[in-house]
DNA sequence: CTTGTGTCCTGTAGGC
DNA sequence: TGCCTACAGGACACAA
């Protein structure tokens, strides 16, 4: 659920909380949430480092650490990043960092989906190879209409999966691709290659304007309340949704009279008003 | 290369 | 009430 808005929100809170400080212990609750690297490897190498940024690239979530070193977290579905009393425990925890301050940085996941690697800066190994591999940044100039147009170029796939591509356009997730698709006014089913220059153009600014939104509006916190701010607060970008999670209900565009429907595309549940997107 | 499907993981909602 | 199944979804492995 943490797709680019939400991981922008964390590192934004999180940010004050974490800089300056340094990791004085680590423990591993669940092996198989440290995608690298093996052992007691990610102990050894973490503590005794100090924050010195928080940086965010698609949904991945990096803590710079000094002498070159960088904790790269992947919240995938319920993963939660918070900052705790030292003596408090937290539910589903994975890995918990103790921090100079007397606190300490909790990553629970109740899935065991989401992932945490120590790594070096910039240097990805095999297991982060999805980093590699990503795209643009849609929020930023380097995303463009003439860059989206290039890459849905003789696709076939339904213009949805694409958008869910992260070699195309990192960060978005099921919430966002269905917002982007209702505001361009695209059904999320139509050819991506098929789509015509207007239409590109349009999902282009909408990808870019509604990751922009749910950034303003801190993300956003859906009935589950999976995820939270790291103080404990929600989002509210979840009363902006024009159609994700609102199936059987009236479209939100005055006056129209369109019902929102819900059907699988490429196995995920995606929205849309049947009338307003063509 | 492209596309679609299955898998990981577990808590929860819904059916019977 | 309690059991069972489907589903949630992001990334990746794999097949065709």
Redesign the pocket.
Known sequence: ???LPEVETIRLRLRPLLVGQRIVGAAVRRK?VVGFPGGSAFRRGVVGRAVTELGRR???LLVQLDQGFELVF?L???GRLEVVGSGREVE?ERVRFELSGGKALSFAE????GRVYLVRAGNYP??????L?MGPEPIHEDFDAAYLRERLR?????VK??L?D?RIA?GV???Y?DEALYRAGIRPLR???RLGRPEVDRLARALADVLRDGIKWCGTTL??GRYRLPEGGTGSFQERLAV?GREGERCRRRGCKGVVR?Q?I????THFCPVCQK
Request: with cysteine; proline share 6%; aromatic share 4%.
């Open positions: 659920m943490p797709e198989d698609g949904k991945y992947h995938r579905l319920s589903h109740p899935r065991a989906l095999q297991a982060l190879a999805g980093m591999k003789g696709r076939t796939a339904p999966n694409l869910l992260q990192c997730g099921n919430i691709s050819r991506a290659g009935g589950d994700f819900r699988r490429g196995g995920r549940s």
